[in-house]
């Protein structure tokens, strides 16, 4: 970052940048390179290496790169860790990306139907309108496409930040219809967020930066990027001795308790107070799972990856080996001719040596050690994970004489528990953030909502296989202890007034 940060600041404005830009070089150094692992072994990108379509020939190891490569041995990929290739050069690579689609599953679960945000008024005629407007703010902001990308977010890296971003300008003359427009809810990836937490608990901000690199819409002139994609692609870029690219800046938005400020490559460039929502900071932190007095949460991507190494591993030693053992071989002892004809139904070779003989070797034999090696990995990514092949849709064995949606819940138990558990974390931001919306209504005296009308609950959908029998029983156990019918209706999905955020 530039050091001509300090022109133009305050001595504590000067004070408090210095402090973002030491936290944002250590998030560099230290965190940002641990999340981007995480986030590679949950997308498993490709990398380009080679031109798609290029002749045969050209490049024989292929035109990408797996991103969860980097964990295989070098006698596999060819390459040692410093990029230098391997004597025994590259192996058949097998990637199957387990921890992906357990992610998806888990947020498939978590946010597979709307949700509904409930407001805990007194007064029915206020929750409507209460209710309506955090709906309004929510849908516009993303709907449930917004709750499932938190939830990516969140179960990858283990946490994820919420800001409630206000354009004040708009909103103090906005009507209860139009409020949306004026409040969005933005998620702040992990990589990107800075927060500045306080000295005396964890739990609180001080302050948050969210920092990134941009391209702009203007061009540079660089040798060195015209010789880099002429050498990665093998494309000829125009004459001459120069090649243009677009620019880049770094940009650092601060949030703190009375303001916000924009930097552009270490100079300011505008910034303000903020007359709503008084001294908070706008940002919610939700933990995916909790972690105490840490202020990141349990993620499902870390504790996967040496088991997926392992996996990977093993079925690419499996790839090579039945590439080997494919085709049966022969060897041949004391006749005359063999390696000038071919093998084949009908041949047949015939001999006056004594002490002639024909030994074939290869084909594809059993390996039941290997196979129940990688059934082992498998369960041990099953029981860390909580996501059976099940819940995916695989079915490998019967699931008994209980009925079946009895059967289903029992078979899905850890991952049901797991979501329920998630639910309390997740469900505590979306409340947090509805509430800070609420407050700055108040205060902008676009709807007066007093501090005990801006409590809401989240109600989620049913979780779990539960037959129609099972639901409407439970339904009416519900409203004989006294459930109002509006929420039994609203859980069952039969409220067609209401879907809830969609």
């Keep these: 970052m530039s050091d001509q940060s300090s022109s133009g600041l305050s001595g504590n404005a000067q004070r408090r940048w210095e402090l973002v830009r030491s936290l944002i070089d250590t998030h560099e150094n230290e965190a940002l390179p641990r999340l981007e692992q995480l986030w590679a072994y949950y997308r498993n990108p490709l990398e380009l290496v080679g031109r798609s379509g290029m002749a045969q020939g050209a490049n024989q190891n292929g035109w990408y790169r797996s991103a969860q490569e980097r964990g295989l041995p070098p006698r596999v990929t060819g390459t040692s860790v410093d990029g230098v290739s391997a004597a025994s050069g590259r192996r058949e690579v097998v990637i199957e990306n387990d921890i992906g689609w357990r992610v998806g599953t888990m947020v498939d679960f978590m946010f597979g139907s709307p949700v509904r945000i409930e407001s805990l008024s007194d007064d029915e005629g206020r929750q409507e309108i209460i209710e309506g407007v955090l709906e309004r703010v929510w849908e516009r902001s993303g709907g449930i496409a917004l709750m499932q990308d938190i939830a990516t977010l969140g179960h990858v890296y283990g946490y994820v930040d919420l800001l409630v971003r206000i354009d004040e300008d708009r909103l103090v003359g906005a009507t209860i219809e139009t409020v949306h427009e004026a409040i969005s809810v933005e998620p702040i990836e992990p990589r990107?967020?800075?927060?500045?937490?306080?000295?005396?608990?964890?739990?609180?901000?001080d302050g948050y930066a969210i920092h990134f690199e941009r391209e702009l819409n203007q061009l540079e002139e660089s040798v060195e990027s015209k010789n880099t994609i002429r050498n990665r692609f093998g494309r000829l870029i125009g004459g001459g001795q120069d090649s243009t690219v677009r620019k880049r800046s770094t940009v650092t938005e601060l949030i703190t308790e009375d303001g916000w400020a924009l930097y552009e490559d270490g100079e300011r460039v505008?910034?303000?107070?903020?007359?709503?929502l008084g001294s908070v900071v706008p940002v919610v932190h939700i933990q995916n799972m909790s972690q105490p007095f840490v202020y990141s949460g349990l993620g499902e991507v870390e504790a996967l990856i040496g088991l997926q190494d392992e996996l990977n591993t093993r079925l690419s030693d499996r790839a090579n080996r039945v590439t080997l053992q494919s085709f049966k071989m022969y060897l041949a002892r004391g006749i005359e001719g063999f390696d000038g004809s071919g093998v084949g139904p009908g041949t047949v070779w015939s001999t006056d040596n004594p002490d002639a003989s024909i030994v074939s070797f290869g084909g594809d034999a059993s390996s039941p050690s290997e196979d129940k090696h990688i059934g082992e990995i498998r369960e041990a990514m099953d029981?860390?994970?909580?996501?059976?092949?099940?819940?995916?849709?695989?079915?490998?064995?019967?699931?008994?004489?209980?009925?079946?949606?009895?059967?289903?819940?029992?078979t899905l138990m850890g991952l049901i528990a797991k979501t329920m558990r998630k639910r309390v974390t997740y469900g505590r931001g979306i409340e947090q953030v509805s509430s800070l919306v609420l407050r700055a209504l108040d205060e902008a005296g676009v709807l007066r909502v007093s501090e005990a009308e801006r409590g809401v609950r989240v109600v989620w959908g049913v979780l779990g296989p539960i037959g129609d029998e099972e639901s409407l029983d439970a339904a009416q156990a519900k409203v004989a202890l006294g459930v109002p019918e509006e929420q039994v209706l609203d859980e069952l999905g039969l409220d067609e007034a209401d879907p809830g955020i969609v």
Excluded: E, F, M
Excluded at 384 to 395: E, F, N
């Design 192 to 205: 990107r967020g800075v927060p500045i937490v306080s000295d005396s608990d964890y739990r609180v901000l």
């Design 383 to 410: 029981k860390i994970s909580g996501v059976p092949p099940l819940a995916g849709g695989v079915v490998k064995a019967k699931l008994g004489n209980l009925s079946s949606a009895n059967a289903l819940r029992v």
């Design 270 to 276: 505008s910034g303000g107070t903020r007359s709503v």
